[in-house]
């Protein structure tokens, strides 16, 4: 069996600290100050959001940080999918760990694949292998961290990732392992602007996946997204989403932060100019319910950090949900 991965803490190239700790304790790994002397294995502990939200609530309102203008917003908006690319063109595939943990955290996606009559993929997919009876498509694939982990675990399924950034797509495709002929293809195609269905055809999908993605797009695309992906998938197909909660630690820290950065509520722009938003359970249950997605669950993954040395404690906060698109009646 194969050991955690250690998350590392990485900065930017404008110096904006980013932490994705995720990967270390969903595999079961505690994660300590190395100079702490007592109660070591507490660290990471899981906590009720309410009692985060009872917490914090006070203390964002008191130090939220000041509006953005509405010509700023509009500014920040137009330049998301351009700043993801510049992104992308600095780090190539050096900033973001692969996901090893999604196998544990939707261990559907490593369900045997069986043949599905009148469904099979060759039928809108002529170039897929048949040995390969399900396709899994990635909104937002950036430069592989989720599909190429996943395709090492999965040679009965065919995946499909597109992203905005240009430079992502070709990061990903440079990869070892990269087959269009017989395992994965990447693409490019801004979802915010473009039609899914000028790449992929109706009802050709069997699973599909948004991970940390929908946070950095603009809230008034949240509905026309879930949407395009609906039309995408098989009648039964489903869609596996993560993404950040309300109250995350870097939410607060958005809201420390003297500089203006907020955008609306929950909503954010970064150092980098990408865009951050934080999601509420009832609120992303709506969504995708609105659009016509049966929601199988959504839930919070909520945990305490703490630094005993610093004597602090934070909070992490995601949103894991699986929604499914409804067979025929």
Not at 99 to 125: A, D, I, M
Not at 199 to 208: L, N, Q, R, T
Not at 307 to 314: A, E, G, P, T, V
Request: a negative charge.
């Amino acid at each position: 069996m194969e050991g955690p991965e250690l998350s590392v803490s990485k900065i930017r190239t404008n110096g904006t600290d980013w932490i994705d700790a995720y990967g270390t304790f969903a595999a079961g790994q505690n994660v300590v100050d190395e100079s702490a002397t007592e109660d070591l294995s507490k660290t990471w502990e899981e906590v009720d959001w309410l009692t985060i939200r009872e917490e914090l609530a006070s203390t964002v309102l008191k130090t939220e940080s000041v509006m953005l203008t509405e010509e700023e917003k509009q500014v920040f908006e137009e330049e998301s999918s351009k700043k993801w690319d510049e992104f992308y063109s600095n780090n190539k595939t050096n900033f973001f760990k692969d996901r090893n943990y999604l196998k544990k955290e939707f261990p559907e996606l490593n369900e045997p694949s069986t043949p599905k009559v009148g469904y099979e993929p060759q039928l809108k997919f002529p170039w897929i292998p048949e040995d390969k009876h399900t396709v899994v498509l990635e909104i937002g694939c950036g430069v592989g961290n989720t599909i190429f982990p996943l395709m090492e675990l999965n040679p009965d399924k065919y995946f499909m990732g597109f992203d905005c950034s240009p430079h992502a797509v070709e990061n990903f495709k440079s990869r070892e392992g990269y087959d269009e002929a017989t395992r994965c293809k990447a693409f490019v195609l801004d979802i915010t602007r473009e039609d899914l269905v000028d790449k992929i055809p109706d009802e050709s999908v069997d699973m599909a996946i948004l991970v940390f993605v929908l946070s950095a797009i603009s809230p008034c695309h949240f509905k026309s997204v879930a949407e395009k992906i609906l039309r995408v998938l098989k009648p039964g197909g489903v869609l596996f989403f993560r993404d950040y909660g309300k109250y995350d630690m870097t939410q607060l820290r958005f809201s420390a932060k003297k500089r203006p950065n907020k955008i609306g509520e929950d909503y954010y722009v970064r150092g980098d100019g990408t865009l951050s938003y934080f999601f509420e359970k009832e609120q992303t249950r709506a969504l995708f319910q609105e659009v016509g997605f049966e929601a199988e669950f959504i839930e919070y993954d909520t945990r305490i950090l703490m630094n005993r040395k610093r004597k602090l404690k934070m909070y992490r906060v995601w949103l894991r949900g699986r929604f499914r698109k409804a067979l025929p009646k």
